[in-house]
């Protein structure tokens, strides 16, 4: 099987998105290394911006099938490629879980022995949560009743939905050559800023997600390391539809947002 750029660049671009990422979290989580969520919003920032910079050349640098999605409906990407995108995304993320579950695996043990958590059992998304997503934010806890009360599913998915948008929104505004305020070779930082402020607004609500590739294949890993069903029923339907849906629908708007109100507005 030939291997085309864009499979280069998508794999290895989701691969670092989700090693800075939640690799951040693993820190925070079982070590305590990480004092607050901007810490962790840095991180991530950052190392989504390594990932464009390195991997832009090569595949365009979706990394986030909204993304893809969203080129797709408003930028002309060729829509035979969307599913073949989406599914290297998936592996790339699926392979970071891998590494950072290798690297962190005595971590995550020790951390769970220490607090009394029983892989797979009711509580332990309190370490699970540093591959996929819940709500309201465990911050390396387990959810009681009277925390779930920060943060139901409907105003999970809208928050998850509005931050996508501003994403996509950015995304389209920063890398059309038409916007004379463009940052060019600072298109990737400003992307990764834009990420950073996100999860220091939304992070605390939903872990901010606003990538179906970032949360479902950790997710998956997770369920297959030891967590089992736990992943998928914490939140109920809310792992598809907070962390799936949401973040497309939100990637969708952001993209009729810069059409509708931005594209022509450039060439004025």
Same mark, same amino acid.
Do not use: C
């Given at each position: 099987m030939r291997v085309s750029r864009w499979m280069v660049g998508e794999f290895f671009g989701t691969f670092l !998105?989700? +090693?800075f990422g939640c690799g951040s979290v693993s820190v925070a989580v079982t070590t305590g290394a990480h004092l607050g969520l901007f810490e962790v919003a /840095? /991180?991530?920032? #950052?190392?989504?911006?390594?990932?464009?910079?390195?991997?832009?050349? !090569?595949?365009?640098?979706?990394?986030?099938?909204?993304? =893809?999605?969203?080129m797709a409906a408003y930028a002309g990407f060729p829509k035979r490629r969307v599913l073949p995108y989406i599914g290297v995304q998936l592996l790339g993320a699926f392979a970071a879980a891998a590494v950072l579950f290798f690297l962190f695996g005595d971590a995550l043990r020790s951390f769970e022995k220490t607090q009394g958590i029983v892989r797979g059992q009711p509580g332990s998304e309190a370490s699970?949560? /540093?591959?996929?997503?819940?709500?309201?934010?465990?911050?390396?806890?387990p959810l009681t009743d009277e925390v779930r009360q920060r943060m139901g599913p409907v105003p999970a998915f809208f928050a998850e939905t509005i931050g996508t948008a501003v994403l996509l929104l950015v995304i389209f505004g /920063?890398?059309?050559?038409?916007?004379?305020?463009?940052?060019?070779? #600072? =298109?990737?930082?400003v992307i990764g800023l834009t990420v950073t402020l996100l999860i220091v607004l939304l992070g605390p609500l939903t872990m901010a997600s606003f990538n179906p590739a970032r949360d479902l294949a950790p997710r998956v890993f997770s369920a297959l390391a030891g967590w089992g069903r736990l992943p998928f029923q914490v939140n109920g339907t809310g792992w598809m539809t907070v962390y799936l849906a949401a973040p497309v629908l939100g990637g969708l708007l952001g993209g009729a947002t810069?059409? #509708? +109100?931005f594209r022509n507005a450039y060439v004025d």
């Open positions: !998105l989700v +090693f /840095v /991180v991530w920032g #950052l190392g989504i911006a390594t990932a464009i910079y390195l991997t832009g050349a !090569l595949s365009g640098a979706h990394l986030n099938p909204a993304v =893809t999605i969203s699970a949560m /540093v591959f996929g997503e819940y709500y309201p934010n465990p911050a390396g806890k /920063v890398t059309d050559p038409r916007n004379k305020n463009h940052p060019q070779i #600072l =298109t990737a930082a810069y059409r #509708l +109100f």
